[in-house]
């Protein structure tokens, strides 16, 4: 998987352009490199401040953000690493609150790449040493720290003692690297495991459920599932309870499954013992709390002013079944049979288009296949053609922009069209770029 990245800042992208070097598209997970390199650069892994450690296939990234609004409300202040980026690499690295700002990213990079010469270590793991690097040197009272993929062998996890662990909802999405069964993908999660530490989790089928228990108490763990000592219903206005007593919540961000993913978040702060965060702390972080490229409604800009006045212009990330089953939910519930409503997908040559596609069956709408600028992806000509068993309509476009202006040019005035902008996170980051609203 080859990872790219630019910036406006010369310091930044020359640095960026040696991290480039270091991703071939063959990166072999293992903790060696990542063990070697941040030992030459002082071991900052175990300098960090109290550290919240969350993996799953969807809904970690969301989880991590209902985490750090949550301790913000508290008045405490939180280290964030999340991957990937959408507009600039800044956003993988926020220190206490903030996104890295570029002349201390540039002079991190060339520390940490400097020190991995002659390793072969692979983008995202210099990516997570200069984050740890830079962790350890800026004070704040939390590190949250999502795992880039997988688990077991991901160069997160080196964290010698987190406060907690979490793993969100599991699915199926890179087997080339984790397997092609449940079973083996869970296994691979539920490898962040810690002797001592909660690992709160989702409630899953039982031969996942086997192999996450299995897990923990090889580790040592001290195993939570929802279901357990805690629970939460109703969605998306929700009730969280465990031994503590009931907390009413209700995210801002859109999606039934938000409530599941604020669930997590809300039960690993009450499980850890390092980090006091009072109740209306927890109830406003998680209605604060923001994720960019989920579900996002995008506002006024250059792409969404190509659309027709009281057109909505909707954006995801979704690219494998799990996530597009949620979003799809979503759009069914919120968009009347009689509206136009208009998929605008871009996925990667490697991830299931037919699986991706087939939550939506069923739905009366035009799909437009467009490229993922940059990487290599399926052919928008090709998945039109496979769309159209479905849905006759389907037309491919030559990029987002002229996928929107067919849809304008077309569109009922006394209809307005509802467009959702789904796939790749790399398309998600390019169309956030494309309307001026970069996550800040």
């Given at each position: 998987?080859?990872?790219?990245?630019?910036?406006?800042?010369?310091?930044?992208?020359?640095?960026?352009?040696?991290?480039?070097?270091?991703?071939?598209?063959?990166?072999?997970?293992?903790?060696?490199?990542?063990?070697?390199?941040?030992?030459?650069?002082?071991?900052?892994?175990?300098?960090?401040?109290?550290?919240?450690?969350?993996a799953g296939t969807n809904g970690k990234g969301s989880t991590c953000a209902f985490l750090r609004a949550a301790l913000e409300a508290a008045g405490l202040t939180a280290h964030v690493y999340t991957s990937p980026h959408l507009v600039r690499f800044n956003e993988r690295i926020r220190l206490a609150g903030r996104l890295i700002a570029d002349e201390a990213l540039a002079a991190l990079l060339a520390e940490t790449l400097d020190a991995a010469a002659g390793m072969e270590a692979s983008f995202f793991e210099a990516s997570t040493a200069a984050a740890f690097l830079a962790f350890a040197r800026n004070p704040a009272d939390a590190a949250i720290v999502e795992v880039g993929l997988g688990g077991r062998l991901d160069a997160t996890?080196?964290?010698?003692?987190?406060?907690?662990?979490?793993?969100?909802?599991?699915?199926?999405?890179?087997?080339?690297?984790?397997?092609?069964?449940?079973?083996?993908?869970?296994?691979?999660?539920?490898?962040?495991?810690?002797?001592?530490?909660?690992?709160?989790?989702?409630?899953?089928?039982?031969?996942?459920?086997?192999?996450?228990?299995?897990?923990?108490?090889?580790?040592?763990?001290?195993?939570?599932?929802?279901?357990?000592?805690?629970?939460?219903?109703?969605?998306?206005?929700?009730?969280?309870?465990?031994?503590?007593?009931?907390?009413?919540?209700?995210?801002?961000?859109?999606?039934?499954?938000?409530?599941?993913?604020?669930?997590?978040?809300?039960?690993?702060?009450?499980?850890?013992?390092?980090?006091?965060?009072?109740?209306?702390?927890?109830?406003?972080?998680?209605?604060?709390?923001?994720?960019?490229?989920?579900?996002?409604?995008?506002?006024?800009?250059?792409?969404?002013?190509?659309?027709p006045a009281g057109a909505e212009l909707w954006l995801d990330g979704a690219h494998n079944p799990a996530a597009a089953r949620a979003v799809a939910d979503f759009f069914r519930a919120r968009v009347p049979g009689g509206r136009p409503f208009h998929l605008v997908l871009g996925l990667l040559a490697n991830k299931d288009a037919a699986g991706v596609l087939n939550p939506f069956r069923g739905r009366a709408m035009i799909v437009h296949p467009v490229p993922v600028p940059g990487h290599e992806h399926h052919d928008p000509a090709a998945l039109a053609a496979a769309a159209r068993k479905a849905w006759p309509g389907a037309l491919p476009a030559d990029s987002v922009e002229d996928a929107l202006g067919w849809i304008a040019r077309h569109a009922d005035r006394a209809a307005p069209p509802v467009v959702l902008v789904m796939g790749s996170l790399y398309l998600a980051g390019a169309v956030l770029k494309a309307n001026a609203q970069a996550p800040d």
């Amino acid at each position: 998987m080859i990872d790219r990245a630019s910036s406006d800042h010369p310091a930044v992208q020359e640095q960026l352009d040696r991290l480039a070097l270091l991703s071939p598209g063959a990166d072999i997970l293992g903790l060696e490199r990542i063990t070697a390199l941040l030992g030459r650069l002082g071991n900052p892994e175990r300098s960090l401040p109290p550290v919240l450690h969350v993996a799953g296939t969807n809904g970690k990234g969301s989880t991590c953000a209902f985490l750090r609004a949550a301790l913000e409300a508290a008045g405490l202040t939180a280290h964030v690493y999340t991957s990937p980026h959408l507009v600039r690499f800044n956003e993988r690295i926020r220190l206490a609150g903030r996104l890295i700002a570029d002349e201390a990213l540039a002079a991190l990079l060339a520390e940490t790449l400097d020190a991995a010469a002659g390793m072969e270590a692979s983008f995202f793991e210099a990516s997570t040493a200069a984050a740890f690097l830079a962790f350890a040197r800026n004070p704040a009272d939390a590190a949250i720290v999502e795992v880039g993929l997988g688990g077991r062998l991901d160069a997160t996890n080196v964290i010698p003692d987190p406060i907690v662990c979490g793993i969100a909802q599991l699915g199926h999405d890179h087997h080339a690297f984790l397997g092609d069964r449940l079973e083996q993908i869970a296994a691979e999660k539920a490898g962040i495991a810690k002797r001592g530490v909660p690992l709160v989790t989702e409630a899953y089928p039982a031969n996942i459920a086997k192999v996450v228990a299995r897990a923990a108490a090889e580790a040592g763990a001290r195993w939570l599932p929802r279901g357990s000592e805690w629970d939460a219903g109703g969605e998306p206005a929700a009730t969280y309870r465990d031994k503590w007593g009931a907390i009413a919540f209700a995210p801002e961000l859109a999606g039934a499954h938000q409530a599941r993913n604020a669930a997590l978040a809300l039960a690993m702060l009450r499980h850890q013992r390092a980090l006091d965060v009072p109740e209306a702390a927890l109830k406003a972080g998680i209605r604060w709390a923001e994720w960019p490229g989920r579900l996002q409604r995008l506002a006024a800009g250059p792409l969404r002013d190509l659309l027709p006045a009281g057109a909505e212009l909707w954006l995801d990330g979704a690219h494998n079944p799990a996530a597009a089953r949620a979003v799809a939910d979503f759009f069914r519930a919120r968009v009347p049979g009689g509206r136009p409503f208009h998929l605008v997908l871009g996925l990667l040559a490697n991830k299931d288009a037919a699986g991706v596609l087939n939550p939506f069956r069923g739905r009366a709408m035009i799909v437009h296949p467009v490229p993922v600028p940059g990487h290599e992806h399926h052919d928008p000509a090709a998945l039109a053609a496979a769309a159209r068993k479905a849905w006759p309509g389907a037309l491919p476009a030559d990029s987002v922009e002229d996928a929107l202006g067919w849809i304008a040019r077309h569109a009922d005035r006394a209809a307005p069209p509802v467009v959702l902008v789904m796939g790749s996170l790399y398309l998600a980051g390019a169309v956030l770029k494309a309307n001026a609203q970069a996550p800040d």
